[in-house]
C-alpha cells in the first residue's frame, strides 16, 4: 500500500482535488467534510465506506457524498483516479470554505479563502 497523491486546484468558486491511488488498497481515510459533494471517479475501481456500508463503483461513475458523513475510499485497482469537487461556498451565497483537514500540508488554498474553525 502507497500514499494516495492528490493534487488541488481552485478556480473562482470551484474546488478539486484529484486522487490518484498507484496500488489496489491505496486508501483515503476516514474524514468527513462541512458540505455536500460529489466525487468524480475516472478509472478504475473505488470502494467508498460511509455510514458503516461499503459500496463499490467503477468509473466512470459519480459518488455522491453527503456533509458531515464520514467517508473512506479504497483502491479496488491499480492506478484508480478519482476527483473530490464542490464548491467553496456556503449555500447562502456568502464567504468561501473549506474544510482545512481536506488541504494537504504545503498546499496553499485558493485566495480570498477563509477557513473553517474546526473541533
Not at 486508501?27 to 478509472?43: F, I, M, P, Q
Not at 459518488?63 to 473512506?72: G, N, R, S, T
Amino acid at each position: 500500500m502507497s500514499d494516495v497523491i492528490p493534487y488541488i486546484s481552485c478556480v473562482k468558486n470551484l474546488f478539486v482535488k484529484q486522487m490518484i491511488f498507484r496500488k489496489a488498497g491505496d486508501k483515503e481515510y476516514g474524514h468527513a467534510h462541512v458540505h455536500d459533494h460529489l466525487t468524480l471517479l475516472t478509472k478504475g475501481r473505488l470502494r467508498v465506506t460511509a455510514l458503516g456500508k461499503d459500496t463499490d463503483f467503477t468509473a466512470p461513475a459519480h459518488i455522491y457524498i453527503k456533509a458531515d458523513v464520514i467517508h473512506e475510499l479504497t483502491a479496488l485497482e491499480d492506478d484508480t483516479i478519482a476527483h473530490c469537487i464542490h464548491a467553496l461556498r456556503n449555500e447562502d451565497g456568502s464567504g468561501d470554505i473549506i474544510d482545512p483537514d481536506s488541504i494537504p500540508n504545503g498546499i496553499e488554498a485558493c485566495e480570498s479563502l477563509t477557513r473553517l474553525e474546526t473541533n
